[in-house]
């Protein structure tokens, strides 16, 4: 599969200018866990939600080994995820030193017609 190059702001998907923005947000100020959980809070709430849901169903229906299965899956992706924002903090030098901020810059930039539905 081929992608044509990404010649201008207007090319983006929703999905990269969100990669891209986060970038240009870490350029302007080193990422923390803070706030790189603070960008992804919505998908961590929902992970407790549904969790928490499952295990009160668990131990409604009396069924304590899977409540303590899914807290225990739960627990493994939130330390997963922890892992992983560390690493991005530990490897944001080496990865600021690559990013061709003056085109990062033109690429966050909204375009006249932007359309991110």
């Not at 010649?7 to 350029?27: M, S």
């Not at 229906?61 to 530990?90: H, K, N």
Request: charged share 20%; aromatic share 12%.
């Amino acid at each position: 599969m081929s992608q044509q190059p990404i010649a201008g702001p207007e090319d983006l998907t929703p999905l990269e200018r969100r990669y891209l923005q986060n970038l240009w947000d870490y350029c302007k100020s080193s990422p923390t866990l803070a706030m790189i959980y603070a960008k992804s809070w919505r998908n961590t709430c929902v992970l407790l939600l549904i969790t928490g849901l499952v295990i009160a169903a668990g131990l409604l229906w009396e069924s304590p080994f899977a409540a303590w299965f899914i807290g225990g899956i739960t627990t493994g992706a939130l330390l997963r995820d922890l892992g992983y924002f560390r690493q991005t903090i530990r490897l944001w030098r080496a990865t600021e030193t690559i990013i061709d901020r003056q085109k990062l810059d033109e690429l966050v930039a909204d375009p006249p017609d932007a359309n991110y539905s």
